[in-house]
């Protein structure tokens, strides 16, 4: 069982920045992709961001070039740095890993899911 659990998310301002993290525990990280995943209200999850155990990463178009995401194995966390935030972006953002080390956007090649954390956007 892996267990993750995200954090950061919260009230702010378009233009303005936010850093995400998700903290696995648990059998952590063995090699397999980690991703987020966004869901607004009324909407179905969307994929936002991917990296591989080696750090490549894939984007969706939506945010390619103002989110980043990271890693770091030590700690069994995975990160999402969101600059230049718009109202659009308004969602209860999720993380969750791959089943295996690909960089995927389809919800069902991940197995494991957090809550997610609140992000909201003004204008």
């Known amino acids: 069982q892996v267990q993750l659990v995200e954090s950061g998310g919260g009230l702010v301002q378009a233009g303005g920045s936010l850093r995400l993290s998700c903290a696995a525990s648990?059998?952590?990280?063995?090699?397999?992709?980690m991703g987020w995943f966004r869901q607004g209200p009324g909407k179905e999850r969307e994929f936002v961001a991917a990296?591989?155990?080696?750090?490549?990463?894939y984007y969706a178009n939506s945010v390619k070039g103002r989110f980043t995401i990271s890693r770091d194995d030590a700690k069994n966390t995975v990160y999402l740095q969101m600059n230049s935030l718009k109202p659009e972006d308004t969602a209860v953002y999720l993380c969750?890993?791959?089943?295996?080390?690909?960089?995927?956007?389809?919800?069902?090649?991940?197995?494991?899911w957090g809550q997610g954390t609140q992000v909201t956007v003004s204008s």
């Open positions: 990296i591989t155990w080696s750090g490549s990463t």
């Open positions: 648990g059998r952590t990280f063995s090699g397999e992709a």
């Open positions: 969750a890993r791959a089943r295996r080390n690909i960089l995927t956007a389809k919800v069902s090649d991940y197995d494991y």
